[in-house]
């Protein structure tokens, strides 16, 4: 999975998301617009989710080697990158709240 097997949607005001969740349960949340990280100058920014067997909704994570925070200011390779890492993840059995 890369950056350009991600399906965009777009809104004419928030700009332009797409999300994908792994086999382990993680996934990624990418944005694109004029409040994110990047999103000025064509760049963009990812999140960490998870989204537990069964689940309806995934929640953002915060405790994952890949990252501990949102990253901002991503070329697409950038997202393929750190993509990557997120589905090399092992997977959990409960979130931490």
Same mark, same amino acid.
């Not at 000025?40 to 994952?64: C, F, H, R, W």
């Given at each position: 999975?890369? !950056?350009?097997?991600?399906? !965009? #949607?777009?809104?004419?005001?928030?700009?332009? @998301? @797409?999300?994908?969740? !792994?086999?382990?349960?993680? $996934? &990624? @949340?990418?944005?694109?617009?004029?409040? %994110?990280?990047? $999103?000025?100058? $064509?760049?963009?920014?990812?999140? &960490?989710?998870?989204?537990?067997?069964?689940?309806?909704?995934?929640?953002? &994570?915060?405790?994952?080697?890949?990252?501990?925070?949102? #990253? $901002?200011?991503? %070329?697409?390779?950038?997202?393929?990158?750190?993509?990557?890492? &997120?589905?090399?993840?092992? @997977?959990?059995?409960?979130?931490? %709240?």
């Amino acid at each position: 999975m890369t !950056f350009e097997d991600l399906e !965009f #949607e777009i809104d004419e005001f928030t700009g332009e @998301s @797409s999300h994908h969740i !792994f086999k382990n349960h993680y $996934g &990624v @949340s990418v944005i694109r617009g004029p409040y %994110t990280y990047g $999103g000025k100058q $064509g760049l963009y920014e990812l999140a &960490v989710i998870y989204m537990a067997p069964n689940a309806e909704y995934s929640d953002l &994570v915060y405790d994952t080697p890949v990252t501990n925070n949102v #990253e $901002g200011y991503l %070329t697409p390779e950038d997202v393929t990158r750190l993509m990557k890492r &997120v589905s090399k993840l092992p @997977s959990r059995k409960k979130i931490k %709240t």
